[in-house]
């Protein structure tokens, strides 16, 4: 592809220099900042101005990159890592900025961003309450009965699939880490739970791959749920808004 001749340091330096005029600072973020880049992998950037109307996102190609641009100041993005992320176990945006290259250099400012990252990383999300541990395992039980005895292949594709994601994120929250989605999900495991992302692999490897059916991920999953009270359904409860609550929200 001709965006080999552009590397994404000199992509993000012309996008500070044209597209970003003004801009304090871009954070070079995402696998092809780590050289893990894949064909149609995209520049990942933070893009941080002393202030603005208000924070976006948005995708473009330049340079023959596709570019996925987060566009912020400091104050949009304290509220979306306490704010917006946070509250959802989420910390993307934070460890784009912690981890990601400086344009045009390290500064003050950038070092000041880069420390309110690592700060929302090392707090880590907020603690599970008992509601919503149990709301994950109700959910997570409906999926592995629907695996039990699936009506056909394409069902049980279906909600595996949506099983392997909820599993990462039972694991991940139950343990007060911060969850992840996606292929992002791999990558988290590996670094936190090296033996548990073997174990996870192999039985949805089983299940997708060669055949050998739900047995394991069913046995994966009675492992994860056991130390919170395993699976559940007879007794589980959860009450609507009252209409009060309702009609107040709605004014």
């Known amino acids: 592809m001709t965006r080999a ?27 092809v900042m780590r050289g893990e880049a894949s064909t149609y992998s995209d520049v990942d950037i933070v893009v941080v101005f002393p202030n ?4 976006y996102r948005e995708s473009f190609y330049h340079l023959e990159w596709p570019v996925e641009a987060f566009v912020h100041d400091p104050e949009t993005l304290r509220h979306f890592f306490e704010d917006v992320d946070w509250p959802e176990g989420n910390c993307t945006l934070a460890e784009m900025v912690h981890e990601g290259i400086e344009t045009p250099g390290a500064t003050s400012f950038s070092e000041g961003l880069k420390s309110m990252a ?5 707090e880590g999300p907020p603690k599970l309450a ?8 109700y959910l997570i039980s409906e999926l592995v009965d629907d695996v039990r005895d699936p009506r056909s292949r394409h069902e049980l594709v279906a909600s595996a699939t949506r099983l392997y994601a ?19 999900i791999l990558k988290r495991l590996k670094k936190a739970d090296p033996a548990f992302l073997r174990s996870f692999t192999e039985a949805f490897d089983a299940l997708f791959i060669s055949g050998g059916g739900p047995a394991k991920v069913i046995e994966l999953t009675e492992a994860l749920l056991a130390p919170y009270g395993g699976f559940l359904f007879g007794g589980y ?6 209409r009060s609550t309702v009609a107040r929200a709605g004014r």
């Open 5 to 31: 001749k552009y590397s994404p340091l000199f992509v993000t330096k012309d996008l500070l220099e044209n597209r970003y005029k003004g801009a304090e600072v871009i954070f070079l973020a995402g696998s």
């Open 130 to 137: 008992p509601s919503d541990i149990d709301d994950r395992r």
């Open 52 to 55: 603005v109307e208000r924070a």
């Open 166 to 184: 909820e599993l990462a994120d039972f694991h991940f929250r139950s343990r007060g880490n911060y969850s992840a989605s996606g292929k992002a």
């Open 118 to 122: 690592s700060k929302v990383l090392a």
């Open 237 to 242: 409860r959860r009450d609507a808004p009252t």
